[in-house]
């Protein structure tokens, strides 16, 4: 079968470049008629020539997030159990030539920080580690899983690409979910990106939510890292692989994330930083394109930002957050990975959902095998 890396070859940059140049503000209006888009109608909300109709994106797209998905916004949290990496990723915090100090939980250390998790309510959870394979193996990620399974509903991991064996190991020991930021899809530029470490073969990351997928992985997450590549580029590829996925695998969840570039450990000059505008652009065009997947905001943006991005798409967002390890339970004196926007707490989250209308939702699944404490 033709997996998603020769599918996109299909769609070299000349080839998106020419159709969102060449849009019309006609073009868009007969895209935002139509019931079922394909890939080119996607790029063509995403053209320049939208830009003047970004409130009619809007309108469609807030209608579109209402009838799949009513006023619900999901919460979720992150535990970052380990910093240290082996990669020199050039926009990132854990960048394994920065100097800042560095935490590994223990697997009791780990189980300590999900208490406190599981103390705020929240029932949905997501595992993140550098990528360290030596200290934060596999093994050691299946065995947190295991021990915090019965605290929460759903357990999903953010870690380093992985093999089909070893998501298969992770989908025996509890994960469900899997997010797998490509940062970009641009081969070129991710080499540049990425001069060291194992996450420099871009072949194996792209590939990895197929792998996730033929594992048993209920649900996927993707997202590129807007800011490092040309906004109709990377954005584009996201959506694409989305789409190529829901083809390919139809019983398989498959969400979205928009993280933009923010601040962190180390020095890094964004090449194509996004504005608001084209920010919330790419979030309308993402939700008509793709009604029924879920679109995740995290912290990294504002509280005004996030609650006006839920109207338009946003169906899950974090609250509580730490992108630190430890800190919770056990001393933290390491930098996060990124420096995060939006502080507010799970009960300030709920509580300004429902001032503007809408309903948090702890829990939306729950694997019938298990029993949780």
């Known amino acids: 079968m033709e997996n998603f890396q020769q599918y996109l070859e299909s769609w070299p940059r000349e080839r998106r470049s020419r159709i969102a140049a060449g849009a019309t503000e006609d073009q868009v209006r007969a895209v935002l008629r139509k019931d079922y888009l394909q890939p080119a109608d996607f790029l063509t909300l995403l053209s320049p020539a939208a830009a003047p109709l970004l409130e009619q994106m ?5 209608e579109l997030t209402l009838r799949y998905f009513g006023r619900a916004v999901n919460l979720f949290t992150p535990l970052y159990v380990s910093d240290y990496c082996t990669n020199q990723c050039r926009y990132c915090g854990f960048n394994a030539n920065n100097t800042q100090p560095r935490r590994h939980l223990s697997p009791d250390e780990a189980y300590e920080e999900a208490r406190a998790i599981a103390d705020m309510g929240l029932q949905h959870i997501l595992l993140l580690t550098g990528d360290a394979r ?15 399974k019965p605290l929460f509903a759903s357990v999903g991991i953010e870690v380093y690409s992985m093999t089909e064996d070893e998501y298969r190991l992770m989908v025996e020991s509890g994960v469900d979910s899997m997010t797998m930021f490509q940062e970009t899809y641009n ?9 060291v470490g194992p996450k420099k073969d871009y072949a194996f990351r792209l590939n990895a939510p197929e792998r996730a997928a033929r594992a048993g992985m209920r649900s996927l997450g993707l997202g ?6 040309e906004f109709e580029q990377d954005a584009f590829a996201t959506g694409l692989h989305a789409w190529w996925l829901l083809r390919h695998y139809p019983g398989v969840d498959v969400g979205l994330s928009i993280p933009r570039i923010c601040s962190h450990e180390g020095s890094f000059d964004i090449p194509h930083a996004l504005d608001d505008r084209r920010f919330v652009q790419y979030v309308t065009a993402l939700r008509c394109f793709l009604p029924r997947s879920s679109i ?6 504002s509280a005004f930002m ?7 798409g946003v169906t899950r967002v974090s609250a509580g957050v730490s992108t630190a390890v ?3 339970k056990t001393h933290a004196d390491n930098s996060g990975q990124f420096d995060i926007t939006d502080h ?7 509580a300004d959902l429902a001032r503007n209308g809408y309903q948090a939702v702890i829990k939306d699944w729950e694997d019938p095998t298990l029993t949780h404490a």
Do not use: F, N
């Not at 809007?58 to 807030?62: G, L, S, T, V």
């Not at 507010?344 to 709920?350: L, Y």
């Open 58 to 62: 809007a309108q469609r797209a807030h």
């Open 134 to 148: 030596k200290l934060s193996s596999p093994e050691y990620i299946a065995e947190i899983a295991r021990r915090i």
């Open 187 to 195: 081969p070129e530029l991710y080499d540049w990106l990425h001069p």
């Open 224 to 229: 590129a890292l807007l800011g490092l590549d």
């Open 296 to 301: 995740t905001c995290s912290s990294r943006e």
């Open 306 to 312: 996030r609650d006006h991005l839920i109207p338009l």
């Open 326 to 328: 430890g800190g919770r």
């Open 344 to 350: 507010r707490s799970v009960a300030q989250m709920i």
